[in-house]
């Protein structure tokens, strides 16, 4: 037996860094499943597929703003960086969809209070466990425990108040494709709200969702300070499997 990550850069020609920031990055599998521990043990024979990662689309760009189809995989801090703007918000680093980014100091300040005021509309689409059949509000308070990089939510009375407004699309099977409108913008806010509807996101093994190869949710329509972003589902979300 010998570590993942020491396996995958001998089969791809790579240093064992580059190979362990694969497995970190969620685009590492061996026999259908996601290598999710870069120093978990394998056999020396184990064959792995890494998943490519899409390109960053720009949706509309002028002399403000900057909308990108961010795509799966790639952290919303690493868009900024390719791009050499700022974010003017943040996406999770499986979530795919519409990201901002801003161009000029006195647009940003509009927008940063029209997030503030709760004048931003935003929509997602998510593919969940079990059947949503009815439009639901979600209006719980979310606590957001931090350490170092990582953040974990929860709904506590302590938290700070959170609203989701679910919508059915379709259900097949046992899974269900939703649509997702939020009303504020906490750390993980429709992960957590999903989950305490018996409807988490699959992919979403944090917050009770099953393995899947992503987290299904995807980042669909934003509509800020007269602007209107939208980006069209995945392939993956048009034919979910069941």
Do not use: C, W
Not at 34 to 63: M, Q, W, Y
Not at 81 to 93: A, M, V
Not at 174 to 203: C, D, F, P
Not at 220 to 236: A, C, H, R
Request: net charge positive; charged share 30%; proline share 4%.
């Amino acid at each position: 037996m010998e570590k993942a990550y020491k396996l995958l850069a001998l089969q791809e020609g790579i240093s064992n860094r580059a190979a362990k920031e694969l497995i970190d990055r969620g685009v590492v599998y061996a026999a259908g499943k996601k290598v999710s521990v870069a120093r978990g043990e394998l056999s020396p024979s184990t064959k792995f597929k890494i998943e490519k990662i899409a390109p960053i689309k720009v949706l509309f760009e002028d002399e403000y703003i900057m909308a990108v189809d961010k795509p799966a995989f790639i952290t919303s801090e690493e868009v900024a960086e390719i791009k050499k703007l700022p974010l003017l918000h943040r996406l999770d680093r499986e979530t795919s969809g519409v990201l901002l980014l801003t161009k000029d100091d006195e647009f940003r300040q509009k927008a940063v209070n029209a997030f503030k005021k709760r004048e931003v509309h935003k929509e997602y689409i998510a593919i969940v466990e079990g059947k949503v059949v009815e439009a639901t509000e979600v209006n719980a308070p979310i606590l957001t425990i931090k350490k170092g990089n990582t953040a974990y939510s929860k709904i506590s009375p302590d938290g700070k108040e959170a609203i989701s407004y679910i919508e059915p699309l379709m259900i097949e099977g046992k899974r269900s494709k939703i649509k997702v409108t939020i009303e504020t913008g906490r750390t993980h806010q429709i992960r957590v709200h999903l989950k305490s509807i018996g409807a988490s996101i699959l992919g979403d093994t944090e917050y009770g969702g099953r393995p899947h190869k992503r987290l299904m949710l995807h980042a669909s329509k934003i509509i800020l300070l007269g602007y209107i972003f939208q980006s069209k589902e995945p392939e993956d979300f048009i034919k979910f499997s069941v």
